[in-house]
């Protein structure tokens, strides 16, 4: 059996960023995919522009080619009150079907082995190695695990992690579409946040003319209206603004993308040696972004480590010591704020107060804009 420097489980925004960085630097680097590229995922799809200088350092330059720059921010409240303001940092819309692709294309010209379509199943730790097993029963061994399967899988129960236990409240659902005449203008660079009772959803541009509405709301909320057809019918489409977006656009799946047991609970950073990366790490709400632009920073900062640590100049502690200490200078705190202001949002009462409350008093404009962006990294 072969034996790979890394194995990276997931081959999301985190894994195929571990994956880009460990091969650029000649490690040798598997990379294991349930899925096959490319492929739809429930996401919001702006991503902060904090990624930009990092993500144009590796080459990825469907950015340039491809996405929609997004520099205006629009919040409505459940009766549509809507706060306009424009995004110090912004960001830019693109899909993950692209985005994603792009990468893996750009991790195997680099020299990482991906496998698609495979699910990983166990893992097994011993002598300082990994052996792995896939839902083929096929068999495979590296030094270093990174895990990197998104916010909730099957991973997380085999591992036994606390969270997994603990039902989530949360459920998300996307379309791509495309827009006749909407009755509220949305120009080309906004994106904007509607919010409903028990949820919210982000409505902006992505490449080749498309929108994206992505939309976070409640088990709870869906029970009491039945499905989601009704959910949308009779809780969201109480909001104006996205009344309109139903009424006026033209749906380009053919049924929505739907997650559920999205949670946002503190999670470890380490399961014994295996190392956690992206929202199997932590996830921030959608509501305080950017899952996204998390998922690529925590991917740099651990991979620079593992770097130091395959080229002999820190112990695999030290390598685990300096990933604990950055990623909590750089996300914990944020983290810990989106549960916060998540709650805030649940109720159309406090959402209406917000948004009036913004209009007449700017600071706390520049606190939401500030509260959903990081720093460039
Ligand atoms: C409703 C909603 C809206 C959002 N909107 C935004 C937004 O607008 N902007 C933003 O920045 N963030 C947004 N996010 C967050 C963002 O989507 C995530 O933070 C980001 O995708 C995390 O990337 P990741 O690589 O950690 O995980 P993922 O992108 O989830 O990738 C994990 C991968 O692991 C694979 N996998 C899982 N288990 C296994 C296994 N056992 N074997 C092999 N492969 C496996 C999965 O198929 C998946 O491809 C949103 C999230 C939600 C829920």
């Known amino acids: 059996m072969e034996l790979y420097e890394v194995a990276i489980i997931g ?18 680097v598997i990379l294991f995919e349930k899925n096959q590229y490319p492929f739809h995922r429930v996401c919001g799809e702006y991503i902060s522009n904090e990624t930009l200088p990092f993500l144009e350092s590796l080459g990825v330059d469907i950015i340039q080619q491809k996405s929609i720059s997004l520099t205006q921010f629009r919040l409505t409240s459940p009766k549509g009150t809507t ?19 792009f990468l893996m294309e750009l991790a195997k010209k680099n020299g990482v082995t991906i496998l698609e379509k495979t699910n990983i199943t166990s893992i097994k730790e011993k002598n300082n190695t990994f ?7 096929q068999k495979y061994q590296a030094n270093i695990l990174i895990a990197a399967y998104g916010k909730r899988a099957n991973l997380d129960q085999y591992l036994r992690r606390d969270f997994f236990y603990k039902r989530s409240a949360y459920i998300g659902v996307k379309y ?8 509220y203008e949305h120009p080309k660079e906004m994106i904007a946040l509607h919010n409903f009772s028990y949820g919210y959803g982000g409505f902006s541009r992505i490449e080749d003319d498309k929108y994206c509405f992505c939309y976070l709301s409640t088990r709870e909320n869906l029970k009491k209206s039945g499905d989601i057809l009704s959910l949308e019918k009779n809780i969201l489409s109480k909001n104006p603004y996205i009344k309109d977006i139903f009424e006026n656009s033209y749906f380009l799946f053919d049924k929505p993308k739907v997650i559920n047991e999205i949670t946002f609970a503190p999670k470890t950073l380490f399961e014994g040696n295996i ?16 899952g996204m632009a998390m998922a690529i920073h925590s991917a740099k900062i651990l991979s620079e480590n593992i770097i130091l640590h395959l080229d002999k100049k820190i112990s695999f502690e030290q390598c685990k010591q300096n990933y604990l200490s950055e990623w909590n200078k750089n996300f914990k705190q944020r983290l810990k704020i989106g549960r916060n202001i998540q709650r805030f949002f649940g109720s159309p009462f406090l959402s209406e107060v917000l948004v009036k409350s913004a209009n007449l008093f700017p600071f706390i404009k520049k606190i939401l804009v500030k509260q959903s962006h990081g720093k460039v990294f």
Request: hydrophobic share 45%; with cysteine.
């Open 131 to 137: 052996f792995l097993t896939s839902n083929a029963h």
């Open 83 to 101: 706060l306009e303001m424009p995004l110090d940092l912004g960001g830019f819309g693109i899909s993950r079907y692209e985005l994603d692709f």
């Open 176 to 183: 791509h579409l495309k827009v006749n005449h909407l009755k």
């Open 275 to 290: 190392l956690m990366c992206g929202d199997t790490a932590g996830m921030i709400t959608p509501l305080c972004g950017n």
């Open 11 to 28: 081959g999301g925004l985190a894994g195929l960023t571990n994956a880009i960085l460990l091969a650029k630097a000649g490690k040798k």
